[in-house]
């Protein structure tokens, strides 16, 4: 039997999970378990259904490296043994759009002075993310109230590239601002080009204006992406 070591590896490879927190967040099931398994040094069976019933990964392949990556196809379920004209093609799983990984979400709202450092933000939950989502420096967002709606709408998930603080004009930035947190607005140069408007997408929300140094100091990244219902 194969040390639990050498499994795990293939399952945190094949499901892009990083620690034991993604990968059990992954099974459903608890951080505890994983080192109970890692103590035993045995793969628990229910581990392999779940993971071909979530990814259509090949049992023997976790086990003994042998194999298919996949057995499930668009149609279905597809025996190790089939004929190779109906054997699946495993090269798309390894697309960015295909892998995925395990960020945290956090709140918009924190408590934002000014003349203070920037708060911590407030993890309340876990999103898993196709890899071509991902960036260095991104933070995703749970967007809260309606000012950029019918766009973006309340409870949707953001991508927030803190890298990228080089204001464009037109384009979407999370901003701190004093007794809100943090907030989304498209940002425009003015007319006189000394300064800068905010706009919300939704009418009811009046313009605003932050001189340059006031905008580089709220400024926390460009909006990069959405995710949401409809």
Known sequence: MPAFAEIYERIKLATSSRTQVELAEVLDIRQSSISDAKRRNSVPGDWYMKLFEKFGLNPDWLKQGVGPMYLRTEHGYM????????????AHYGDALAKHSVSTIFDMQCAYNDKASRPELTPVGKIALP??????GLLVLRMRGANMSPLILPGAHLGVDTLDNTVVSGQMYAIFAPNEGLMLRRVFLNSAQDGYLLRSESPDFPETALTPELLAKRLLGRVVWILQEL
């Open 131 to 136: 890899l071509s989502l991902g960036r260095e």
């Open 79 to 90: 025996p190790q043994d089939a004929p190779a004209a109906l054997a699946e093609s495993a």
